[in-house]
T-cell receptor, first 116, second 117 residues
Framework: AQSVSQHNHHVILSEAASLELGCNYS??????LFWYVQYPGQHLQLLLK??????LVKGIKGFEAEFIKSKFSFNLRKPSVQWSDTAEYFC??????????????FGKGTKLSVKP | GAGVSQSPSNKVTEKGKDVELRCDPI?????LYWYRQSLGQGLEFLIY????????KSGLPSDRFSAERTGGSVSTLTIQRTQQEDSAVYLC???????????????FGPGTRLTVT
């Protein structure tokens, strides 16, 4: 069965610090990869996605993620965080079976708190 | 509409009662998904629809849970004889058709917070 691991449960950073959130998945086939963000009191929003091509993908608000197939990883990065980045971040995977796609498998989430 | 909508936004019910949660997907999205978000379990998949049919019901936690979709649009998730462990935020998402070779992304609604007392 597929699974997604997010290694950090809660990360606390000061503004301007760099961020890297780890995400590893278990599935040997072709996958689509996503990072979603949930700001306090808001619903889940897509931050970025990887389907194919360049393994370094850029998303909204200066976030980027790198897909490393050999490591089954899709880590999220941002060079300089802001207080407004305080949110919960979810990594998600969707396996592609013969071209069809179904549900997302989510990691447990990482809470990011940015101190002003 | 502009996004996925869900109703009610909050529901408090007594243990043993039935509840119905509604999801209105983005217009034109033929795939619809239900997830549950709870403190201990994170985000769990429940069921998805392609049109009006549900090819994958594997995530439904028990036979007290059921879902239907009519007209390829609105979906309802029904929980019968609610239990305290059903308390969670129920999220709905929609996406374009699950066609071969066509990547997609899921758009989430605001959720229904269910509290079973």
């Amino acid at each position: 069965a597929q699974s997604v691991s997010q290694h950090n449960h809660h990360v606390i950073l000061s503004e301007a610090a760099s961020l890297e959130l780890g995400c590893n998945y278990s599935y040997g086939g072709t996958v689509n990869l996503f990072w979603y963000v949930q700001y306090p009191g808001q619903h889940l929003q897509l931050l970025l996605k990887y389907f194919s091509g360049d393994p370094l993908v850029k998303g909204i608000k200066g976030f980027e993620a790198e897909f490393i197939k050999s490591k089954f990883s899709f880590n999220l990065r941002k060079p300089s965080v802001q207080w407004s980045d305080t949110a919960e971040y979810f990594c998600a995977v969707n396996a592609r079976y013969g071209g069809s796609q179904g549900n997302l498998i989510f990691g447990k989430g990482t809470k990011l708190s940015v101190k002003p | 509409g502009a996004g996925v909508s869900q109703s009610p936004s909050n529901k408090v019910t007594e243990k043993g009662k039935d509840v119905e949660l509604r999801c209105d997907p983005i217009s034109g999205h033929t795939a619809l998904y239900w997830y549950r978000q709870s403190l201990g379990q994170g985000l769990e998949f429940l069921i998805y629809f392609q049109g009006n049919s549900a090819p994958d019901k594997s995530g439904l936690p028990s036979d007290r849970f059921s879902a239907e979709r009519t007209g390829g649009s609105v979906s309802t998730l029904t929980i019968q004889r609610t239990q305290q462990e059903d308390s969670a935020v129920y999220l709905c998402a929609s996406s374009l058709a699950l066609t071969s070779g066509s990547p997609y992304e899921q758009y989430f609604g605001p959720g229904t917070r269910l509290t079973v007392t």
